[in-house]
């Protein structure tokens, strides 16, 4: 059982989802605004955060943003804008996942579940590599020592990449481990999401080699 929070300003839509993420085991809190779920979100415990855009006092793409700051818990961003470049603006803010109205509420939970088993590993020893040290069962990351804050989607990337050092991935390959089979994305969103990445990194960035028509490879060298 997980702790949902669901942002959504309609209360036939927000009632519609918590019933499929009560059935699903779930417990939900409920915020009807940007700034509520803020709040929400710093008072208490979440899993997974379920984000409308548009909402009254502070928009879903801000709350994204600014929960990223703080938090690195799963975001779904669903709103009734189907264009690319909004749903590349939630991905880059650091959403994982996103859905356009009218969605299928078994999807949505379909989804959530798959999110949830995603950030739930067994406890297992801190990877390292170079500099960089990653303790996957509390999704903590460290660069010389020192914890740095990674999105979700950030921190998945590089916890594939130190799992797989040395090996050639596609961004095609990257999208379907990373963001699963079924997104809609372009392979833009992990070419954006490793820029990012590389700049949390300093100068362990060069442990993500770019190649030309290929992909992209974890190395470090000694």
Not at 46 to 72: H, K, Q, T, W
Not at 100 to 119: I, M, Y
Not at 135 to 162: A, C, D, N
Request: proline letters at 4%; aromatic letters at 8%; one cysteine or more.
């Amino acid at each position: 059982m997980a702790n949902i929070l669901i942002v959504e300003d309609e209360k036939n839509m927000q009632d519609i989802i918590a019933a499929y993420m009560q059935r699903g085991g779930h417990s939900c809190f409920m915020a009807d605004d940007g700034v509520d779920a803020l709040m929400l979100l710093k008072n208490n415990p979440m899993d997974l955060m379920i984000l409308d855009v548009m909402m009254p006092r502070l928009d879903g793409f801000s709350v994204c943003r600014i929960a990223r700051e703080v938090s690195s818990l799963p975001i779904i961003i669903l709103t009734a804008k189907s264009g690319e470049d909004d749903k590349l603006k939630g991905y880059d803010l650091g959403a994982d996942d996103y859905m356009t109205k009218p969605f299928s509420p078994k999807v949505l939970l379909a989804k959530t579940n798959a999110l949830l088993r995603r950030t739930s590993a067994p406890p297992a020893d801190a990877l390292h590599a170079g500099k960089i040290s990653i303790i996957p069962s509390s999704h903590r990351v460290f660069l010389e020592g020192e914890e740095i804050t990674l999105t979700h989607k950030e921190y998945e990337l590089l916890y594939f990449f130190m799992m797989n050092p040395g090996q050639v991935f596609s961004r095609d390959q990257l999208l379907n481990r990373i963001w699963g089979y079924d997104f809609l994305g372009t392979t833009r969103t992990v070419d954006t999401h490793i820029k990012t990445l590389r700049s949390k990194l300093g100068d362990e960035a060069k442990c993500i080699v770019t190649l030309i028509r290929s992909g992209y490879k974890f190395e470090v060298t000694a």
